[in-house]
């Protein structure tokens, strides 16, 4: 399984970005996807996570009304849409699949992209 990140970028405080994760390598559509992320400094920690369907999403309390994930099937792509953006959102974004279709939020063992770096000036 390959995943693509892309649509990082430097934005100023209060302004948006729309992440995109391009997966291929299998049927997209029978796995859920995850996005997490990366500050400098700091661990990965979980963003937001959608069912295969896209049915069901999953947000840290951090992030929960301000970004929205969702996901084209017919696309093989996943995109998390992040907006008010504040410094502390800065960090390197990964989007990532589990290996199981049981799975909901992707662990450390399951496929990861090589993530994209988002920019938020104060």
């Known amino acids: 399984v390959q995943l693509q990140a892309s649509g990082g970028g430097l934005v100023q405080a209060g302004g948006s970005l729309r992440l995109s994760c391009a997966a291929s390598g299998r049927t997209f559509s029978g796995y859920a996807m995850g996005w997490f992320r990366q500050a400098p400094g700091k661990e990965r920690e979980f963003v937001a996570a959608?069912?295969?369907?896209?049915?069901?999403?999953y947000y840290a309390d951090s992030v929960k009304g301000r970004f929205t994930i969702s996901r084209d099937n017919a696309k093989n792509t996943v995109y998390l849409q992040m907006n008010s953006l504040k410094p502390e959102d800065t960090a390197v974004y990964y989007c990532a699949a589990p290996r199981s279709q049981s799975t909901v939020v992707p662990g450390p063992h399951d496929y990861w992209g090589q993530g994209t770096l988002v920019t938020v000036s104060s």
């Open positions: 959608i069912s295969w369907s896209g049915g069901s999403t």
